[in-house]
C-alpha cells in the first residue's frame, strides 16, 4: 500500500512540473530552404506598458544570428527615440544596452500614418547571454521632449524576456 502511495505521489508531482513547463509558442521556426539556416521567431509577449499602451517584445534567430524585437503604439505622438540607447535592467541591477538598427521610414496608408512601431536589435553573444541568464525588471528608454523614462515590468512579466531568449536557443550555443 505504501508503494502505491508514493508512486502515486511522484506521478503527481511530475504531471504538475509537466503543466507547469512552458512550450515555446513561435510565429516562425523552420529552416530556410536556400541558406539552410534555422530561422526562429517567437510569438510576442507583453512586458510592460508604455504610453499607457501594451509594450511586446519577440525574439528571433536567423542561423546564429539573434535579435530583440520591441513592438509598441505610438498614441498621441508618443515615440521612443531609436537613436538612443534602449537599456533592460536586470533584478541585480546590472543592465544591457541595445541600439536599434536603422529602419526605413514609417508608410502612411490615406494619410494616416501606422499606430504601432518596431525597434529591431542585434544582439551580441554576451547581450544575448545576459538576457537569457537574468530576469529583467525594468526597461529604459528616451522620447524627445521627455528624456529617459524607467517602467518597471510587472513580477509575473520578469522571467518573459529569459522565456523568448530561451525559445531561439540553438543546439550550436
Do not use: H, W
Amino acid at each position: 500500500m505504501k508503494i502505491i502511495q508514493i508512486t502515486l505521489f511522484f506521478f503527481i508531482i511530475i504531471s504538475f512540473n509537466q503543466g507547469l513547463a512552458q512550450k515555446c509558442r513561435y510565429e516562425k521556426n523552420e529552416i530556410d530552404a536556400v541558406t539552410e539556416m534555422v530561422v526562429k521567431r517567437t510569438e510576442p509577449v507583453e512586458v510592460t506598458e508604455v504610453n499607457d499602451q501594451p509594450l511586446f517584445m519577440k525574439a528571433q534567430c536567423i542561423g546564429e544570428n539573434k535579435y530583440l524585437k520591441v513592438r509598441y503604439y505610438r498614441y498621441n505622438s508618443f515615440t521612443i527615440n531609436a537613436s538612443e540607447p534602449f537599456e533592460i535592467i536586470f533584478n541585480d541591477q546590472t543592465s544591457v544596452k541595445l541600439q536599434a538598427r536603422d529602419m526605413p521610414e514609417a508608410e502612411s496608408s490615406g494619410g494616416f500614418m501606422k499606430v504601432s512601431s518596431l525597434l529591431i536589435f542585434n544582439l551580441s553573444k554576451e547581450q544575448y547571454q545576459m538576457l537569457l541568464d537574468k530576469p529583467a525588471v525594468q526597461i529604459k528608454y528616451f522620447i524627445d521632449g521627455g528624456g529617459y523614462i524607467r517602467k518597471d515590468i510587472r513580477k509575473r512579466y520578469q522571467g518573459d524576456i529569459q522565456y523568448i531568449m530561451r525559445c531561439i536557443l540553438l543546439d550550436t550555443d
